[in-house]
């Protein structure tokens, strides 16, 4: 039998924007702990945007990270953030179909 080394992705699914701080923590352990991290902000969870802090603490991860661009219209969040992908729903279901059986999907 081989010895195959299994891929650790942990994708998020952000729709709100009342668990900042789990987020933050979830996604730094994951980087610490040598998983890829990915995730997909949508619905109110764009607000978060917002939070500069947030915003930085993202970025310093490397997490994948892509916004609906709706949802970002709808809720008039307009400043972009660099290294952020504003995409359409499919982005989400891109990454969702990416997803093998060892990954973690986690929807706040």
Do not use: P, W
């Not at 923590?25 to 994951?30: E, K, Q």
């Amino acid at each position: 039998m081989r010895n195959e080394v299994q891929r650790k992705l942990i994708a998020l699914l952000i729709t709100t924007d009342k668990y900042k701080n789990h987020i933050e923590n979830i996604v730094s352990s994951a980087v610490k702990s040598g998983c890829e991290v990915r995730c997909f902000i949508m619905d109110d969870g764009v607000n978060l945007l917002n939070d500069e802090d947030y915003v930085s603490k993202l970025k310093e991860s490397h997490a994948g990270v892509s916004l609906c661009e709706y949802s970002c219209e709808v809720r008039n969040v307009t400043k972009k953030v660099d290294g952020f992908t504003y995409a359409s729903q499919y982005e989400n279901a891109s990454m969702m179909n990416d997803l093998e059986l060892s990954d973690r999907l986690l929807v706040f």
